[in-house]
Nanobody, 125 residues
Framework: QVHLVESGGRVVEAGGSLRLSCAAS????????MGWFRQGPGLEREFVAA????????IYSDSARGRFTISREDAKSTAYLQMKSLKPEDTSVYYC??????????????????WGQGTQVTVSS
C-alpha cells in the first residue's frame, strides 16, 4: 500500500522560508515523478511544482518559480519543497503526489496517482 506523508507545515511570517518534506513508502520511489500541489479554502487544488523520476527535470507554476525549489532524495524516498520569500497568499494546505506514468510534465491533479494527506502552511502578514 502506497503512503505519502507530508511534514514541515507551520505558521511562518511573510518573507520567511519553510521546507516541506514528503516521505514515500509502498512504491518504487525511483520510478515515480513527484509533485506538490496546494489548496486554499473554497479553491481548487493548484499545481505548484514537480520533479521527474530522474531528478533532472523540474517544472514550476508561475507563482512558485524563483521562490520555491523542488528536490528529491532517492536514498530516503523523500521529496522536498523549499519555499522562500513566502507571502500571505501562499497560505494553503500543501499536498505531495506521485505520478507512476512514463510521461512527465502533467500539471493537473488527475496526472498523479497517489496523494498525501496534506500539511498546513500559514503565512502571517
Amino acid at each position: 500500500q502506497v503512503h505519502l506523508v507530508e511534514s514541515g507545515g507551520r505558521v511562518v511570517e511573510a518573507g520567511g522560508s519553510l521546507r516541506l518534506s514528503c516521505a514515500a513508502s509502498g512504491l518504487t520511489f525511483t520510478s515515480v515523478s513527484m509533485g506538490w500541489f496546494r489548496q486554499g479554502p473554497g479553491l481548487e487544488r493548484e499545481f505548484v511544482a514537480a520533479i521527474s523520476w530522474s531528478g533532472r527535470t523540474t517544472i514550476y507554476s508561475d507563482s512558485a518559480r524563483g521562490r520555491f525549489t523542488i528536490s528529491r532524495e532517492d536514498a530516503k524516498s523523500t521529496a522536498y519543497l523549499q519555499m522562500k520569500s513566502l507571502k500571505p497568499e501562499d497560505t494553503s494546505v500543501y499536498y505531495c503526489a506521485a505520478d507512476s506514468s512514463i510521461h512527465f510534465g502533467g500539471r493537473e491533479p488527475a496526472s498523479f496517482d497517489f496523494w498525501g494527506q496534506g500539511t498546513q502552511v500559514t503565512v502571517s502578514s
